[in-house]
């Protein structure tokens, strides 16, 4: 079906260990953005892609990196997980910067 | 620092009222505005957007635009039970730029049967 996906929904990671999350949207929509929301601080920019291989911080880029070798796929790594990394992640697709954008259903990740 | 504001509540509602959200902007050159609903454990969903002022109808829902005031509601008339989430008012940044969409907290209504 045509959409967004996810995966994993859930992770529970320890300290210090790196964790891939994946994003996968199926609408060729060039813009993809991955947020964290926590309670009290709402949805918070981590990073977003324009296109292949293009990438740019958001709010709250330190710890994580991204990458995006094709337009359907904007993989999320925390390359050494902290406990303040604990939340839940989700990756957006829109087909402009500015317009509607379209949330993947989430992924809960704890570190312990 | 753009800024989206809304009212956290939880705004409780009788069933079958008209239930009023609200949402004030920072940013004066803004011209795209959106509204989701996120259900408890699920993502936030698109349910309106409204581009010009005046208001802007669709089934239940009514978005209100105010650019001069930098405010924007949405209405939600014939409240239902099923109507009780957290919405987000999201708001674009002008000039582009790392931004995209600004949300707001959100705010809780919940809807009393």
């Known amino acids: 079906d045509a959409g967004i996906t996810q995966s994993p929904r859930y992770k529970i990671t320890e300290t210090g260990r790196q964790v891939t999350l994946m994003c996968h949207q199926t609408w060729s929509h060039s813009y993809m953005f991955w947020y964290r929301q926590d309670l009290g601080h709402g949805l918070r920019l981590i990073y977003y892609s324009a296109a292949a291989d293009i990438t740019d911080k958001g709010e709250v880029p330190d710890g994580y990196v991204v990458s995006r070798s094709k337009t359907e796929n904007f993989p999320l790594t925390l390359e050494s997980a902290t406990r303040s990394q604990t939340s839940v992640y989700f990756c957006?697709?829109?087909?402009?910067?500015?317009?509607?954008?379209?949330f993947g259903p989430g992924t809960r990740l704890t570190v312990t | 620092q753009k800024e989206v504001e809304q009212n956290s509540g939880p705004l409780s509602v009788p069933e079958g009222a008209i239930a009023s959200l609200n949402c004030t902007y920072s940013d004066r050159g803004s011209q795209s505005f959106f509204w989701y609903r996120q259900y408890s454990g699920k993502s936030p969903e698109l349910i309106m957007f409204?581009?010009?002022?005046g208001d802007k109808e669709d089934g239940r829902f009514t978005a209100q635009l105010n650019k001069a005031s930098q405010y924007v509601s949405l209405l939600i008339r014939d409240s239902q039970p099923s109507d009780s989430a957290t919405y987000l008012c999201a708001v674009n940044s002008s000039g582009g730029g790392a931004d995209g969409l600004t949300f707001g907290k959100g705010t809780h209504l919940i809807i009393q049967p």
């Open positions: 409204i581009y010009s002022n």
């Open positions: 957006a697709s829109s087909n402009l910067l500015a317009d509607e954008q379209y």
